[in-house]
């Protein structure tokens, strides 16, 4: 009797490979540069219209399916925050932050949903490392923004104590 072929490795090992080795769900769909920015700008006309739980769904599969681009965690992460899914958002905005630690504005964003959480030490947290991150000019809006917030909840913090 021959031997039998091996058999392929099971669907989630499959997908684990690659992933691990730097593909993406999409990958397996054959999908373009241009499927995703049809739906990149489906989910940025739902978000501008106000439509943040149809903007989370666009920019999820975008995130599901693409999870290299930061452009679409950041908004995923973003529609989440205007959804009120603030501790969803953090973890998102987190991940934004981990793919370009030389962009501060996720990190502002996180100390957003920080404050929403009532979170405040953490949040005050983040926006040291905003500050400390916006030292150029090209970020001097987000670090003015970031030290008003600081002020407004070290403000806030002496009127409660």
């Known amino acids: 009797m021959a031997p039998r072929p091996p058999t392929p490795a099971p669907l989630a090992e499959q997908i684990t490979e690659l992933l691990m080795n730097g593909g993406t769900l999409g990958a397996i769909y054959d999908y373009t540069e241009q499927d995703y920015e049809v739906l990149y700008a489906l989910g940025h006309s739902l978000y501008a219209q106000g439509r943040y739980a149809d903007a989370v769904k666009a920019f999820g599969f975008l995130v599901m399916h693409n999870h290299l681009e930061k452009r679409f965690v950041g908004a ?86």
């Open 76 to 161: 995923f992460a973003s529609s989440l925050q205007m959804a009120g899914r603030h501790a969803e958002a953090v973890q998102y905005y987190t991940l934004a932050s981990a793919m370009d630690m030389s962009d501060p504005a996720p990190t502002f964003h996180t100390a957003e949903c920080l404050i929403a959480l009532g979170r405040l030490d953490d949040a005050r947290e983040a926006l040291g490392f905003v500050v400390a991150q916006s030292g150029d000019a090209a970020h001097q809006p987000l670090r003015e923004r970031a030290q008003a917030l600081l002020a407004l909840l070290d403000r806030q913090a002496q009127a409660t104590s």
